[in-house]
């Protein structure tokens, strides 16, 4: 998953709201790497500060994150 086509675009020109979940410490998404990537884009970012699987270290904080997120768009 991690080597595919280089889709860097779609963040700065989406037509739509994104949201990104990143994890401080994940080996597989590089976080300095990513934060630059998304430099001068409307996407919207929660950090935590665990590793590649922080989504499910962070359950109820996700849940609240994308439930205001949704609520937005």
Known sequence: M????DRE????FAPYPIQLVLGEEDPVL???ETI???EGTKVE???F???H???IENEKEL????VDFLKKV
């Not at 675009?9 to 700065?12: D, E, F, G, N, T």
């Open 63 to 66: 849940k609240k994150v994308l």
């Open 2 to 5: 991690k080597i595919r086509k």
């Open 9 to 12: 675009v779609l963040l700065h």
């Open 49 to 51: 500060a665990d590793g």
């Open 45 to 47: 970012l929660t950090t």
């Open 36 to 38: 630059e990537q998304i």
């Open 53 to 55: 699987m922080s989504h």
């Open 30 to 32: 590089p976080y300095a």
